[in-house]
Structure formats: C-alpha cells, structure tokens
C-alpha cells in the first residue's frame, strides 16, 4: 500500500521544551484501557489520581487550571518521559502529535497538524503550491481511524482550486465557500459535473470579475469579525492563549470604528506579504480536515476554514494595532495555532457543535461569509 502526502510532511522534527506553545496545554488528551495499563508498567503510578474516567474504556488527563497537561513540567518537557527515558510510555495521541494519518480504500493519507508552532514554520518555508506525492506506506506508522473517501475527489478539488495563483487568497477562499455550497445541495454522490464546472478557468474568471464589482464596507466588516471573534474563544478561560486573545478583544472595542477602518486598510498590505504561508496554512488544512463522509460536514468544514482564516488574519491586525507604533509585521505563529486548535475538528460532533454555534448567531449567512471573506 502506498501513503499520499504533502512533500513536506516529512521534515517534522518536535522541538520539546524549545516550543512557545506546547501541544501538552490548552485541549484535552485522551487515552484507552490498554493504554492505561501501560502507563503503570512504566511505573507512571500517579496515573490515577492525574486522569479522569471517561466511560469505560476511555480516559482524559486532568489538566489544571492554566490548561496544562499535569505530566507538563516547568522546563517545558513531559515527566512521563525524563521519568523513563523512552516516548513509547505516551499514548498514542501524544506519540503521533502533529502527524495525522487516515488510511483511505486503496491508500494512506499522511500530513501534519497546523495546530504545532514547528509546523507553521515549516509551511512559512515551503514554497508555494504544495506538491504532494506517492510513497511507499511503512507500516510502523501508527493510524488515527479509517474514513470512506466518496468525497475525495470534491476535496481534491478544493486543495487544487486554493493554489490558483492567479486570484488572490479571499477570491480562493470563496471559490471554494461556492463550490461547497453547489456539492452540499447536490442530490447524490456524482460530482463530476460540478468539479468540470469550477476546473473551467473562465468559469472562474467571470465570477472574480463579479465579485470586484461589490464594495465592502469595512465597518460592517470588522463588527462581524469583532463577533466571530467573540463567540470563538472561552471568555471565562484562565489557559494562558485564551486569556491573551480575549485582552485583544476588549482593545478592539474601546477604538473608533473609523480609526479602525482606516487602520485595517494599512494593515491589508503588511499582512500580504504572509500570503504565501497562508495558502499552505488553508492547503494543509483542506488535505487533512476536510470531511469526506457527507456533503453537509464537507461544507461546514469549508465555512469553518474560511472563519479560521479570517480570525487569524483579524486578531494578528489587532496586535499589530497594539504594537509600539504599528511596527510589528512579523505574523506570530502562536495565534495561528490557537485558531487551528479552536478549529481543527478530528470528531465529526465537534465540527458540528462549532459550526451550529456560528450558525444559530446567524454568522453564517451568505452575505456574512462573503464579507468576511472580502
């Protein structure tokens, strides 16, 4: 069997105690009875009291009250680790993290998680568009669950449209907001008459000239932010990123819309020059997050790519806008991975609870995608 992957995907190397944000903080860890056991035959005798019971089977690690793993020590590294000097004591989570692997009917899929800060910076040096390639499968890789693939090809697509260079990433963006849009009404499962649709450059073209044809108003723009922005993060959290992202929440509400109009409009330059990074962020994301198993999730998972996107972009205009002087220009990775851990969606009932949350808040009106994609 061979595994498809992008050819970056291999140059991963865990930092450790060198990350500025941990993948041991801020979401849940889960692990099995087996596991369990095996943690106490590596001598991790505190497991008990550190973990909560689930249901049977299924246990979660009780992290603190700043969201960190109770394994997490101060100098950055796991105790389970210094404690026995060997990464076969971690569950499988923690062994496989950033990597995610889905075997397919006659293939394995194989890329990393945008929620690691070491993967951002490799996607910041990959050159733009990510190629992806075949390789022969080693079966030591260890899996994260077995998915049909009767909407591969509609995936497929929607990575191919996003490295459309030509238009830039907002148009992409909403190539792929229209594409799922026509597949989630689609009755059925052939496809190929849409995906003919959006491969026809013209096609595409026509509807970019259309869409420059609409003004947005950035006011009405940056208040829709302001409430994605707040529904999307735990305002009574104490984790350390939590808290950070929702102090620059209330700055943005105590300036002049008009200040901020014209504020984000100088910023829409220094954020261009991230563009490319940014294209692999929603590559990747595509590739590894985008649900397969029916047309409803495939388009919700598209809507939630395009709010990520969005809020990424927002809140690093909102600390630019808190910088000395509006001088920071460099995009800090760490917020990406927080939106990328708010968003990635491994279970299906996440991905649902998320996008209902933006949807009874009436966010995800056409009208509102295009303004936040515009």
């Not at 890789?141 to 998915?147: D, H, L």
Request: proline residues 3%; hydrophobic residues 35%; contains cysteine.
């Amino acid at each position: 069997m061979q595994l498809l992957s992008p050819t970056f995907a291999y140059q991963f190397k865990c930092v450790a105690d060198k990350c500025s944000y941990s993948c041991c903080r801020d979401w849940s860890i889960f692990f099995n009875e087996t596991e369990l056991m095996k943690f106490k035959q590596y001598g991790i005798n505190d497991i008990d009291t550190l973990s909560r019971q689930l249901e049977p089977g299924k246990y979660e690690m009780k992290c603190n009250s700043n969201g960190k793993c109770p394994y997490l020590e101060e100098s950055g590294l796991c105790r389970m680790i210094t404690t026995c000097d060997n990464d076969e004591v971690l569950c499988n989570t923690c062994q496989t993290f950033p990597r995610i692997i889905k075997p397919r009917k006659d293939y394995i899929e194989y890329t990393l998680s945008n929620a690691c800060p070491a993967v951002i910076d490799i996607l910041n040096n990959t050159p733009s568009p990510i190629t992806f390639e075949l390789i022969d499968y080693d079966d030591s890789i260890k899996t994260t669950g077995c998915f049909s693939h009767n909407l591969i090809s509609c995936r497929d697509t929607m990575v191919d449209l996003m490295q459309i260079s030509d238009f830039p990433i907002w148009m992409r963006l909403y190539i792929i907001y229209s594409f799922a849009t026509k597949v989630k009404k689609l009755d059925g499962s052939n496809f190929d008459s849409i995906i003919m649709q959006y491969n026809s450059v013209d096609y595409l073209i026509e509807m970019y000239q259309q869409l420059l044809s609409f003004n947005i108003n950035i006011p009405t723009k940056l208040q829709l932010l302001t409430d994605y922005l707040a529904i999307s993060h735990d305002k009574k959290s104490t984790k350390s990123h939590e808290v950070v992202y929702a102090k620059l929440y209330k700055n943005v509400l105590k300036y002049d819309i008009d200040y901020l109009s014209e504020k984000f409009l100088q910023y829409e330059e220094v954020f261009s020059k991230h563009s490319s990074l940014m294209e692999n962020i929603a590559v990747n994301d595509l590739f590894r997050n985008i649900n397969c198993e029916n047309q409803n999730d495939m388009y919700y998972s598209a809507i939630l790519l395009i709010i990520m996107m969005s809020l990424i972009k927002f809140t690093s205009f909102l600390k630019w806008l808190d910088s000395d002087n509006n001088n920071c220009d460099t995009l800090d990775y760490n917020i990406i991975v927080y939106f990328a851990r708010r968003f990635e969606h491994i279970s299906f009932t996440n991905l649902k609870k998320q996008a209902i949350e933006f949807e009874k808040n009436k966010l995800l009106d056409p009208g509102n995608i295009f303004t936040l994609i515009r």
